[in-house]
């Protein structure tokens, strides 16, 4: 079987009957996005499979080894490049651990993580757009929270080296805070 068409398929049956936070919206819409970003951009087979699979050793039952054996080192370790540490610890904890992780890591999983913020990013601005700044009271920390995360994990992706992705990154965390600044009228 193809890769991205297994990855797209074990993702799928993962990420069964999860949603994107506080919506109907199924949760593997977001992985299926972030790989399409990567296909997109032109980046091979083994990443946008990573990409797929970028939330199922966090948010599911699926293991690294799980991940290894069905798709080979590269992408396992590219998912736990892109997966947070011990669910246990602070928001504030985990988000830290991001950060600095990022700084030094594999431009493969840097590629990968900023896939995942960017699609993130725009979903956020999209229901900011529609349904305006109660958005921010969906996520574990607000509005304020939410914009010192993007921006600094911008920076640590930006830390080695700068690739396309991460201008879209740039642009759509502006905007975001940007309209975000504003009321929205309806």
Known sequence: ME???KALQIASLAHQGQYRKNTNIPYIVHPMAVGMILQKAGYRDGMIAAGILH???EDTD???SDLERDFGQEVAMIVEGCSEPDKSLSWEERKQHTIEFLKSASD????????DKLHNVRSIRQDVEQSGEEV????KR???QQEWYYRNVLKSLGHLS?????EELEKEIERLFELSAFPIKT
């Open 142 to 144: 607000g509005k304020g």
């Open 62 to 64: 699926l293991t690294l």
């Open 136 to 139: 921010w009271g969906r996520f």
């Open 162 to 166: 700068k690739f396309p992705l991460l």
């Open 108 to 115: 493969e999983t840097r590629i990968v993580a900023c896939a």
């Open 55 to 57: 939330d199922t050793v």
């Open 3 to 5: 890769l991205i068409e």
